[in-house]
C-alpha cells in the first residue's frame, strides 16, 4: 500500500489537486495537528480530520494515479478539500518524504505518555493558559471545555449547555446530501456524548428529560436527513439507551413516565419507544404499567375486528396493537395475548401466529384448533408455515394421512421441486412416497399439459402457474439422480437455460455428443449479451467434447465462424485469443 502511494502521492500531487489557496488551509491544518488518525485501509490509508466536525479521509492509488475522498460538504462535490491536503501531507511526514520527495531525518514521535509526563511538571497557570488558547483557536475544546465546566456548576446548568449543544448538532437549515449525513450524525453523537457525561456526573433526571426532548427534535430532522445508512437508527437507540439508565437512576414517578412513554411510542416517528413496555416493566412497577394499561385500553377500543371479508387498512393501528401485545406479554397471561391478536384474523398469517403462542405455551391442541380454523377460513394459497404447523401436530398424533393431505394440497398449488421435497419427507414418515410420488408427478405432467393449451389458445402466463416446458420434471429427476430420465423429458419438451448446462455437466463424460450442442448454443447467446468470460468458459468444454470424439477440426471450424460473426466484439475476441491454447484442440 505504501510503494502504492509514493508512486501516485507527493506534494506537486498535492498542490496540482488542490490549488494554492486550499493547499495554504490544508498545510495550516496539517501544522496544527488536526490529524487525529492515519491508519492503512486496504487499498490505501483513511484518515480522521477535525474541522468544523470530525471528517473521514480516504486516500487510494489506482495504477499510479491518487484517488480521494472526503465526507465534508466540498468533499462530497468531489474536490481534493483541506483534509484531504492535510491527510495527504500527513501520511508524507509519517511515510518518511519530505515536500521535495527525499527522506527525511527520522526523528522520535512524543507520545501520548511523554505528554502526560511532560504535563505533570508543568504549572497550573501554564497549563490553564494553554487550554485557553486551544480553546480560543479550536472549537472542539472550546466546547468541551464548556461542557465541562457547565456540568461542574451544576445539573441544572449541564443541562441546559448539553440542550444547547444538540440543539445546534441537530439543526439542518437545508436538506443533508447522503455523503454530509455521516458529518452531522458525528456532530449530533458528540452532543449526545454531553448527555451521556451529564448522567455519569449524576444529573439523572436532566439527563432523562433531555433524552426525551432530544428524541423529539431528532424525529422533526430526519425528514430533512438522507439517512441510507442509517445513521439516525444508531443515535436514537444511543438516546433509548441513557434515558433508561437515567430513569433506573432517577427513579421518576411511574405514573407520569407512563404518560410520556406511551404518547411518544404511539404517535411518534423513528419507533421511538417502540417496545417500551417490555423494557421498562421494572421502572415502571405495578402503577406505572396500570396507567400505560388504562391508557392503551382507551385507544384500544378505537381499532375495529378484521376478518378475510374485512381487510380494512390496519396500518395505523400498528402501534397500540404492538402495545397492547407488549402488555399481554408483559402480564404472562397467553388468553390476554391471544385475545388481542384475534383482534385481526384478515389473513393466514395471523392464525398461524396465535397457534405459535400457543404452541409455544404447550397446549398443543389450542395450537391446532387455531391451525385449523385459519386453514378452514383461508383454503387457498395460504400461507405455508400455518400448513407446516397443522401437519407437524397431526404427524404427532400419528394422524399422517391428514398431514399428507395438507401437504398434497400445498404441493398442488406449486408443483415445483422444493414443494416436492417437502412432499416426500412427509409421505416418507408413513411409508407411503411410491405411490404420492407417482401421484405428483401425474400432477406436474397434467399442469404442463393445461399450460401447453392456455399457451396455445393466446391465455397469458401466471407467475404462479408452471410452465409449458418440461422444466419442472427435469429438475424433480436431477434432484432423484435419475439423469436419463432428466435427459428425456428436456428432449420431449425442453427446459430452461440453468437445467440444460446441468444436464450437459451430468452428461459430459458418458456422452459428450449430446453436451456440444447445448454448450455452443449457450456460448453463442452469453456472447450475444455480453457475457463473453461465460461463453469462452462454454467454448472451452464443447472444445474438450469435441477432442474426445475425435472431431477437433470440425469445432475449430464452427469456432472460427463464430469468430466471423462476432468480429465486432472485442474482447469477446480477445478472449478466444487468450484461450486459444484450450479451444483449438485439433
Not at 388481542?340 to 405455551?361: C, G, Q, T
Request: proline fraction near 3%; glycine fraction near 6%; aromatic fraction near 8%.
Amino acid at each position: 500500500m505504501q510503494t502504492d502511494l509514493n508512486h501516485a502521492l507527493n506534494d506537486a500531487v498535492v498542490r496540482r489537486l488542490a490549488g494554492e489557496r486550499v493547499y495554504r488551509s490544508g498545510d495550516d491544518y496539517y501544522r496544527r495537528g488536526r490529524v487525529e488518525t492515519i491508519i492503512s485501509s486496504a487499498p490505501g490509508i483513511r484518515a480522521a480530520v477535525r474541522g468544523s466536525a470530525n471528517y473521514s479521509v480516504h486516500l487510494t492509488s489506482d495504477k499510479g494515479i491518487l484517488q480521494y475522498a472526503c465526507d465534508c460538504p466540498q468533499g462530497a462535490s468531489g474536490a481534493f478539500c483541506k483534509h484531504c491536503v492535510a491527510a495527504a501531507l500527513q501520511w508524507l511526514d509519517q511515510s518518511g518524504a519530505t515536500r521535495a520527495g527525499k527522506r527525511r531525518r527520522k526523528v522520535k514521535e512524543p507520545t501520548l505518555e511523554d505528554a502526560a509526563r511532560i504535563l505533570q511538571d508543568t504549572s497550573k497557570d501554564t497549563l490553564l493558559r494553554m487550554m485557553l488558547d486551544w480553546a480560543r483557536s479550536d472549537d472542539r475544546v472550546r466546547d468541551h471545555l464548556i461542557q465541562y465546566a457547565a456540568r461542574q456548576v451544576g445539573p441544572d446548568c449541564g443541562a441546559a449547555a448539553a440542550a444547547r449543544a444538540f440543539d445546534e448538532a441537530v439543526g439542518v437549515d437545508c436538506f443533508v446530501h447522503y455523503r454530509e449525513a455521516a458529518a452531522w450524525a458525528r456532530g449530533v453523537g458528540r452532543a449526545i456524548d454531553c448527555v451521556s457525561k451529564l448522567l455519569e456526573d449524576g444529573g439523572a433526571a436532566a439527563a432523562m428529560e433531555l433524552c426525551e426532548s432530544a428524541l423529539g427534535k431528532l424525529v422533526n430532522a430526519a425528514g430533512a436527513i438522507d439517512d441510507s445508512d442509517g445513521h439516525i437508527a444508531v443515535l436514537r437507540d444511543r438516546l433509548h439507551d441513557i434515558h433508561w439508565r437515567a430513569c433506573q437512576q432517577a427513579r421518576p414517578d411511574p405514573v407520569a413516565l407512563a404518560r410520556r412513554l406511551f404518547e411518544a411510542e404511539l404517535h411518534s416517528g423513528l419507533d421511538v419507544f417502540h417496545g417500551a413496555v417490555e423494557q421498562y416493566a421494572e421502572i415502571l412497577g405495578d402503577e406505572g404499567l396500570k396507567q400505560y394499561r388504562l391508557l392503551a385500553e382507551a385507544e384500544w377500543q378505537k381499532v375495529p375486528a378484521r376478518t378475510a371479508e374485512d381487510r380494512s387498512d390496519w396500518g395505523e393501528y400498528f402501534r397500540i396493537t404492538h402495545i397492547m401485545e407488549s402488555l399481554a406479554r408483559t402480564s404472562g397471561d397467553t388468553e390476554q395475548l391471544v385475545a388481542v391478536m384475534s383482534r385481526d384474523l384478515s389473513h393466514p398469517y395471523e392464525y398461524f401466529r396465535i397457534a405459535e403462542v400457543y404452541r409455544e405455551a404447550g397446549k398443543s391442541d389450542k395450537a391446532l384448533e387455531w391451525a385449523e380454523e385459519g386453514l378452514k377460513a383461508f383454503p387457498k394459497h395460504t400461507d405455508p408455515r400455518l400448513r407446516e404447523l397443522a401437519v407437524e401436530e397431526y404427524h404427532r398424533r400419528k394422524r399422517h394421512a391428514d398431514a399428507i393431505k395438507l401437504m398434497w394440497e400445498q404441493f398442488a398449488e406449486r408443483p415445483y421441486l422444493e414443494a416436492y421435497r417437502t412432499l416426500q419427507s412427509h409421505a416418507s414418515r408413513s411409508g407411503d412416497w411410491p405411490q404420492w410420488r407417482e401421484r405428483a408427478l401425474s400432477e406436474i405432467r397434467l399442469q404442463i399439459a393445461n399450460a401447453k393449451l392456455r399457451l396455445h389458445g393466446g391465455v397469458r402466463h401466471r407467475w404462479d402457474q408452471p410452465q409449458a416446458d418440461h422444466s419442472q420434471l427435469v429438475a424433480i429427476f436431477l434432484y432423484e439422480r435419475d439423469t436419463d430420465a432428466a435427459w428425456r423429458e428436456a428432449q420431449a419438451g425442453g427446459c430452461s437455460a440453468n437445467l440444460w448446462l446441468q444436464l450437459a455437466a451430468e452428461r459430459e463424460k458418458q456422452h459428450p455428443a449430446d453436451v456440444v450442442p447445448i454448450y455452443m448454443q449457450h456460448a453463442e447467446a452469453d456472447t450475444q449479451s455480453g457475457r463473453y468470460e461465460d461463453a469462452i468458459e462454454l467454448l472451452v468444454k464443447a472444445a474438450a467434447a469435441m477432442k474426445r470424439l475425435s472431431r477437433g477440426a470440425e469445432f475449430v471450424l464452427a469456432l472460427e465462424a463464430l469468430r466471423v460473426k462476432y468480429k465486432i466484439k472485442r474482447n469477446f475476441i480477445k478472449l478466444l485469443e487468450q484461450k486459444r491454447d484450450l479451444l483449438y484442440l485439433t
